[in-house]
Structures are given as structure tokens and as C-alpha cells.
């Protein structure tokens, strides 16, 4: 995953960013950085961990001028390390240039190879390094030029958002994976500040008004003349299948599902009310005799609603969250998840003792959360415990930036529902189906669902 940022024109340009990137902590929490633009040259500063930790006082004060551009990261390739930490910055032959990416590059590894045999030599092991190499042997000077010829060469799913000497620059790609979206503010001076942002609840922190998504295919430009939009397509690398043949937008339905913030519009449609309709689809297909219902915490909350709502179960909260614990899944091991649920989620006895308890998370990926979180209901004396998932059974790994692990250690890439059932020790299990995914998203199209149906929608190489 990852969160990007960009402000345009605003005279707290550090600030803002900082409390975009704050907003969006949840797509990110490995590193974060900020490059800002003043007098045509770059200020950055970067670091390991979270926002809030990174940016003091004392670096916002050392970040000036009316532009700049913010990441935080979620490593999907290259390892944690401070040299991977976006944005990245270059100094090109046009100037110097920052640059921050949302998703991954499918086709990196060839791509990487071809530059290093021309000599290029790379900092860290992110796929995003790919695309200033590619940049800086484009003949043209001019960026939005240069964008428009290198861009179609990128396969898979990036949300750029770049700062260059005397402009800012977004970018989704052709099938739109990630989200991007354009807004704008009143400055000081009472024109208009740009802002890009990964998720409207960023905008919504700093009051910035949403004015529409970055579409796919669009290089949106901002500089002192104002505004400019390109478009550009990806090169197929399959020359002989045609362009109706493959998907037009592949926009990701986990950002639905789980990814983005519930109070985000993401692909023009409330995340929150996606989330309940997926509960109420869930609800149908999946009914049980029981007394209540009872979300995961705070993943499998809107979810919970909709399906209380549908099957007239009351809704409690069965489980307390600590909210000052880090989400588990980030943690990189095994045994430090497996801790982490105790430390973060706390069953109510007087909730759940005596009683047949419908349990809604939005995903199950490997189990083991499951596992733990029945076995602590179980321990507050719950009568029954039927395990409810808000999404289609996780059988593929993503190639587009979200963390699922390698297709072995997703439990339903090898196991039917009964024996995850069993596994994770519940009296019963129901996922949602395919059909109620689509059908509570409002769309048979336009999305990629390749985590649950295996329909990868690019070449994968
Ligand atoms: P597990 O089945 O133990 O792998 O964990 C599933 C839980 O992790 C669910 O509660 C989800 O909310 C959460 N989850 C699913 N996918 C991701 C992801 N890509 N990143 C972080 N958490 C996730």
C-alpha cells in the first residue's frame, strides 16, 4: 500500500502535508518523508516509523515554501529500510524532481535489469527507482513530454504524485488500481492551493474541498500558469490480444473491502456504506440462529452494522480494542501477530457468556487472527461462535501493492470453508460470495478482484 500527497500553492505547504500523511497513517506505517519546493529547490526529510514521530517542529520548520509532496510507506517490495523511504528525490538534467508512488510495477524486474545493462546503478530496492531512470534517458526536457513517452513502458498499478523545480505532477495509471484524487483550498491569499491526496479523509482533515479523482491514463499538472491534463495508455506487451479484450479499469476492491479509511470516498463511492452493504449481502447468504452480533475491531465494524441490520441481531461491541496498539498485520513475524491480538482486542464476559455470538471481520488471509480472536470469545464464555467474513475466500496473492502473503499461507487457496472452519476453531463459517461482492458494490465491472476470483487483469511477469 502506501499513502501519497502533494499541495500546490498553499504557504503552509510542510504543514498540510504532515497532517495529510497523518490522516492517512493507516496505508503506511514503515516510514514517511516530505520534500518541500522553495525558490526552485527541494527540502526533505525522512524517517523510519510514524508521522507523528518523524515530523517535529523543529523538520516542518526546515521544510519551506508553497509546495511540497508527502509518502508514507507500506513496504509491498524492497525491505524497510531509510533508502527505500519515498519520496524519492533526483537531480535530473530539467532539474531536481521528487517523486512518491502508491502501488507496485509489475513488470519492475525486467525493466530494472534493461536500465542496470545500461548502467544505471539504483539506491534501494523499491520499484519506484525505476521510473527516474527511465525519466532521466528520456531525450525531452520538457516533464509532462517526458512523462507521456515513459509512462506507457510502467505495467501495473501506480498513483504518482512528483515535484518537480516549478511544478506538481499526478499520475494514475490507464487501469486506475489505486485511487488519486484532486482538491483544492483557499490560501492565505485567496486563490486557490492544489491538493492530491490518496483518500478524501485527507482532505477532509484539512478542509480542502474534493473536486474530482486524478482519472486513469491522466498526467494532471499544476505550475504558476495554472493547470494541464495529459492522457496516456500502458503498452500491452501481449501485441496480438485486443485492447476490448482486457478489462478498462481494474480499480481495487480491497481498498473497499479493508484498505482505505471508512470515511473515505474512494472510486467515487463511500467506503463505509460499501462496508455495510457488503455486511447486508453477507447477512443474506450466510443467516444463522443466534442471539447477537459482534465486529472485529475496527475492520470488521461497518460490516457488523450491515449485517445486524439485515438480520435483525442486535449489534454489540463483544470485543474492546486498545486503540494504542499498531495494527498486528503490519508486525513482519509470526510470533510477534500471534501476541499482538491478545495485547489489542479484549472479549466482554458480560456480552458474550452464555451466549450464540456471529462474529464479522472483513477478511480472513491466513486464519491465524481468527483463530486467536474465537479462542479468547470462547474463553468469555460465548455459547456458539459463527465466524462471518465480509469479503470471497483470499485465494490469491496481490502483484499490486497490497501485503497478502505468497499464495501458500493463504489458507483458502488450500482449504475448503469446512475445514477454515475448523481451523480456526468456529461452529460455522460463511464468506461472502463473488456475486454478493459485486452485487453490494453496485458493479459486475471495473474492478479487480484478483485477491479472490484469480482474474489477474495484466500480464504478470
Ligand atoms: P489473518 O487471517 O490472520 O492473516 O488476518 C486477517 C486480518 O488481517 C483481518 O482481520 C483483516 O482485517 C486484516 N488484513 C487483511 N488484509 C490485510 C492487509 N493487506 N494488511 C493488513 N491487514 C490485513
Known amino acids: 500500500m502506501c499513502a501519497v500527497f502533494g499541495v500546490w500553492n498553499h504557504e503552509e505547504a510542510a504543514r498540510i502535508t504532515y497532517l495529510g500523511l497523518y490522516a492517512m497513517q493507516h496505508r503506511g506505517q514503515e516510514s514517511s518523508g516530505i520534500v518541500s519546493l522553495s525558490e526552485g529547490r527541494h527540502f526533505h526529510h525522512k524517517g523510519l516509523g510514524l508521522v507523528a514521530d518523524i515530523f517535529k517542529e523543529e523538520q516542518l520548520k526546515a521544510l519551506p515554501g508553497k509546495a511540497a509532496v508527502g509518502h508514507n510507506r507500506y513496504s509491498t517490495t524492497g525491505q524497510n529500510l531509510l533508502a527505500n523511504a519515498q519520496p524519492l528525490t533526483a537531480e535530473m538534467m530539467s532539474g531536481s524532481l521528487a517523486l512518491a508512488h502508491n502501488g507496485n510495477l509489475v513488470n519492475e524486474r525486467s525493466l530494472k535489469v534493461e536500465l542496470q545493462k545500461q548502467g544505471a546503478i539504483f539506491h534501494g530496492t523499491t520499484d519506484t527507482e525505476v521510473l527516474l531512470h527511465l525519466l532521466s534517458r528520456t531525450p525531452s526536457q520538457d516533464l509532462m513530454q517526458a512523462l507521456q513517452q515513459t509512462l506507457p513502458k510502467l505495467q501495473g498499478a501506480f498513483s504518482f504524485v512528483l515535484l518537480a523545480h516549478d511544478r506538481l505532477v499526478a499520475v494514475r495509471d490507464p487501469l486506475g488500481f489505486r485511487p488519486l484524487i484532486l482538491g483544492r483550498k483557499k490560501n492565505a491569499e485567496g486563490s486557490w492551493a492544489y491538493v492530491v491526496a490518496s483518500e478524501t479523509c485527507a ?29 496516456f495508455k500502458t503498452i500491452s506487451s501481449d501485441s496480438t490480444s485486443t485492447s476490448e479484450a482486457k478489462p478498462k479499469l481494474a480499480r481495487c476492491i480491497f481498498e473497499h473491502v479493508y484498505f482505505s479509511r471508512p470515511d473515505s470516498i474512494i472510486f467515487n463511492k463511500s467506503v463505509y ?16 440462529d443466534a442471539d447477537l452480533v459482534i465486529p472485529v475491531p475496527d475492520s470488521g465494524v461497518p460490516a457488523a452494522i450491515g449485517y445486524s441490520q439485515q438480520s435483525g441481531l442486535p449489534f454489540e461491541f463483544g470485543i474492546i480494542r486498545n486503540h494504542y496498539v499498531g495494527r498486528t498485520f503490519i508486525q513482519p513475524q509470526q510470533s510477534i501477530r500471534s501476541f499482538g491480538v491478545k495485547i489489542k482486542l479484549n472479549p466482554q464476559v458480560a456480552v458474550l457468556k452464555g451466549k450464540r455470538v456471529v462474529v464479522v471481520d472483513d477478511s480472513l488471509v491466513r486464519g491465524t487472527t481468527s483463530q486467536k480472536i474465537i479462542g479468547l470469545i470462547r474463553q468469555a464464555g460465548a455459547k456458539e461462535v459463527h465466524m462471518r467474513i465480509a469479503s470471497p475466500p483470499t485465494t490469491g496473492p496481490c502483484f499490486y501493492g497490497v501485503d497478502t502473503p505468497q499464495k501458500n499461507l493463504l489458507i483458502a487457496s488450500h482449504s475448503s470453508v469446512q475445514e477454515i472452519s475448523k481451523f480456526i476453531g468456529a461452529d460455522s463459517l460463511g464468506y461472502l460470495s463473488m456475486q454478493g461482492l459485486t452485487e453490494a458494490i453496485d458493479s459486475s465491472s471495473g474492478y479487480c478482484a484478483a485477491c479472490f476470483d484469480g482474474k489477474y487483469p495484466t500480464p504478470l511477469s
Not at 203 to 231: K, M, N, W, Y
Open 203 to 231: 482532505l477532509d482533515l484539512i478542509e480542502a474541498e474534493v473536486v474530482r479523482e486524478i482519472a486513469p491514463g491522466e498526467i494532471f499538472c499544476v505550475d504558476q500558469s495554472g493547470e494541464q491534463s495529459l492522457t
Open 273 to 288: 456504506e460499501s462496508r455495510k452493504n457488503f455486511g447486508r449481502w453477507l447477512a443474506k447468504e450466510t443467516a444463522v
